[in-house]
């Protein structure tokens, strides 16, 4: 089975620009969680989708908002990008029953400058 | 409030055994879950506990889980330079289980 899969894995981008990191979940696995890893704040959640709705978020500005397609397939947007925003992006995915742990993605990794 | 600590940093010489520790504050934590994190890599699922199991071994992997002192404990046997990596800790709540809190990470060095 395939694991969960992030692209792109490297994006360099400016401030004041916007990007759309893309994750595809370990089939069968309905929720899509992500989480931002720097190494100042470690991991931090911030948001979790679940049948194409936001069930949860994270203590993150309006900036980062993400969406979950019918087939699961999950999308995080960053606008206006800060240089703080720099930071390994990771997705998660998971069944979703009780006993079910997060397994992860490799990340994107995102340099603003 | 919701906080899990860990140390920064161990040391051990392969074959020897490594404890990594974790303290956590949320009462309600369900699930208890340890990753590990190689350079450039994300976080890999090692083993995970739930809150009303004392200790979970799954080959050179033993859990120990201190409900009462809210502690817990990875014991990774026969430690192999491959094993070097950081190790988090997490936990997930009741109401989120797909909401980890993380420690900061255990950075373990494994020396021949």
């Known amino acids: 089975k395939a694991g969960v899969t992030q692209t792109p894995r490297y994006l360099i981008k400016t401030r004041g620009q916007q990007v759309t990191l893309s994750c595809s979940p370990i089939?069968?696995?309905?929720?899509v969680s992500w989480y931002q890893q720097t190494p100042g704040q470690g991991l931090q959640f911030l948001f979790e989708?679940?049948?194409?709705?936001?069930?949860n978020k994270g203590n993150f500005p309006g900036r980062f908002s993400g969406r979950q397609f019918s087939n699961s397939r999950s999308e995080m947007n960053v606008s206006t990008l800060e240089l703080g925003d720099s930071a390994l992006y990771l997705c998660a995915s998971s069944t979703d029953r009780d006993n079910s742990p997060l397994h992860f993605g490799n990340g994107t990794r995102l340099t603003v400058t | 409030g919701e906080d899990v600590e860990q140390s920064l940093f161990l040391s051990v010489r392969e074959g020897d055994s490594s404890v990594i520790n974790c303290t956590y504050t949320?009462?309600?934590?369900?699930?208890l879950y340890w990753y590990k994190q190689e350079p450039g890599a994300g976080l890999q699922l090692l083993t995970y506990?739930?809150?009303?199991?004392d200790m979970k071994q799954d080959q050179r992997l033993t859990v120990l889980l201190n409900k009462k002192d809210k502690h817990l404990s990875l014991r990774i046997a026969d430690t192999q330079t491959g094993d070097s990596a950081i190790y988090f800790c997490a936990e997930s709540l009741k109401e989120g289980y797909s909401t980890l809190t993380f420690g900061k990470g255990t950075m373990l060095l494994v020396s021949p």
């Open positions: 506990i739930f809150s009303n199991m």
């Open positions: 989708y679940f049948s194409e709705t936001q069930r």
């Open positions: 949320d009462s309600s934590s369900t699930y």
């Open positions: 089939s069968g696995h309905r929720s």
